[in-house]
């Protein structure tokens, strides 16, 4: 995982692309064994008095927050996600969405003189 001192930093303005940290995802990794635990408890949420289950007019929204939710907690409360809250502050702005922000799929804009139109699939 990563430390303090190997974390790109954050960017200078909101919407600038925030540099991802590589995260091994192997199945003996640590992340494997943390998303195991998170399955796990969102699995006994869904399934659980407060999932759809029990309440099927839950939208599907409702149901992946509910789930997520607890499973960040769960981890949380266990100690094993620390949140860089000197990160966050930091921060002038956290791209919320998967791909929002990324470097490394944000379009290169076109070179000066290049006919926009033809790069168009």
């Known amino acids: 995982m990563t430390t303090k ?5 954050v960017p200078a303005a909101q919407f600038l692309e925030w540099p991802r940290i590589p ?10 064994r943390v998303t195991t635990i998170g399955r796990r408890v969102a699995t006994d ?3 659980g008095p407060d999932g759809p289950y029990n309440h099927a007019e839950q939208t599907m929204a409702q149901t992946i927050r509910g789930a997520v939710g ?10 094993l ?5 000197d990160r966050m ?3 002038p702005g956290i791209p919320w ?4 922000c990324r470097p490394d799929v944000i379009p290169a804009p076109p070179a000066p003189g290049d006919d926009p139109e033809s790069a168009r699939v």
């Not at 001192?5 to 930093?9: D, G, L, M, S, V």
């Not at 995260?23 to 990794?29: C, I, L, M, Q, R």
């Open 5 to 9: 001192q190997n974390k790109p930093t």
């Open 23 to 32: 995260v091994d995802t192997a199945e003996d990794s640590t992340h494997y």
């Open 45 to 47: 949420w869904v399934l």
């Open 70 to 79: 607890a499973a960040l907690l769960h981890l949380m409360e266990l100690g």
């Open 81 to 85: 996600i620390d949140v860089d809250t």
């Open 89 to 91: 502050a930091a921060a």
């Open 97 to 100: 969405g998967l791909h929002d």
